[in-house]
């Protein structure tokens, strides 16, 4: 298993007096010559003598750079539409990732060598359609620090997401979307937004929207305040009522632990009156 992201919290240990980085390598004094000999290669950086956690610790700046990441199949127009993670290493030596569900079902295991890309094709869940609460998360887990990007195309429009790793994500948040559009009577293309619980910790989360939300066929009044109770794993997926306009932008979120929050919507007209949504 990969290492938390910011996992480490303690003060690090005083530099070694016999030991100096070269670049990201330690190299430890030879006492008889004197001399600098090669000890390893740092999986992050090399800092005073000694390796840096290979995912980091928790005075690290908020970054895209991470261990542990949850991804997840956005609905898209078409609902075999493909849906792809492309992972990026950035660590100096091979990093191992593991993918799986939210009810840790293995999906995929793969080696990043240093500098290197692989897309994994993600078809264990169907895309997430309708609205209520879900289980169609992909956790992803490493052993080095990596970007994750996730993409959904059917051939003439897609979506993609630069996805936060864990560390990143907070519990407080504002909504931004684009307005529900009904070109087409049979087949209304309605605001989505999509909030994963990523804590082993029961969360409960609340949120207040300036327009109607719709739940598994419950309808939540604006400016009002509703709760939610999720576990690790779990989608809440929300969405307007179908009438042109409707926009949950301004919808304010709070969680009490760790969540992400995706926007969404399954096919998007920019301007509103240009056709088609690619």
């Not at 992201?5 to 190299?27: K, L, Q, Y």
């Not at 390893?40 to 895209?64: F, H």
């Not at 609902?79 to 992972?87: G, Q």
Request: a negative charge; glycine letters at 8%.
């Amino acid at each position: 298993p990969g290492e938390e992201d910011a996992g480490v919290t303690e003060e690090p240990p005083p530099p070694p007096s016999d030991r100096i980085c070269v670049g990201n390598e330690v190299h430890e004094m030879n006492p008889l010559t004197e001399d600098y000999e090669f000890v390893e290669l740092c999986m992050d950086r090399c800092i005073n003598g000694v390796c840096t956690p290979a995912c980091g610790v928790e005075s690290d700046k908020v970054s895209y750079l991470g261990c542990t990441f949850w991804a997840t199949r956005l609905e898209n127009l078409t609902p075999t539409a493909s849906y792809n993670v492309t992972l990026s290493s950035n660590g100096n030596l091979p990093i191992e990732v593991t993918i799986t569900t939210s009810d840790d079902t293995l999906v995929s295991e793969v080696i990043l060598e240093p500098g290197s890309l692989e897309t994994i094709s993600l078809n264990t869940h169907s895309q997430l359609s309708g609205s209520g609460v879900f289980r169609k998360g992909y956790f992803i887990n490493s052993t080095g620090k990596i970007t994750v990007h996730q993409f959904s195309n059917n051939g003439g429009g897609g979506d993609a997401t630069l996805l936060l790793p864990v560390s990143a994500l907070g519990t407080d948040y504002m909504f931004l979307g684009w307005a529900t559009q009904m070109f087409r009577s049979n087949l209304p293309y309605m605001q989505k937004m999509s909030i994963l619980a990523t804590s082993d910790n029961p969360t409960m989360v609340a949120f207040n929207s300036p327009a109607i939300i719709e739940v598994d066929e419950i309808e939540y009044p604006a400016n009002q305040t509703f709760e939610f109770q999720l576990t690790k794993g779990d989608n809440l997926e929300m969405r307007t009522l179908l009438e042109t306009g409707e926009d949950l932008t301004g919808t304010v979120i709070n969680a009490s632990e760790k969540i992400a929050v995706f926007s969404n919507n399954r096919c998007t007209m920019i301007p509103a009156e240009t056709y088609a949504c690619d």
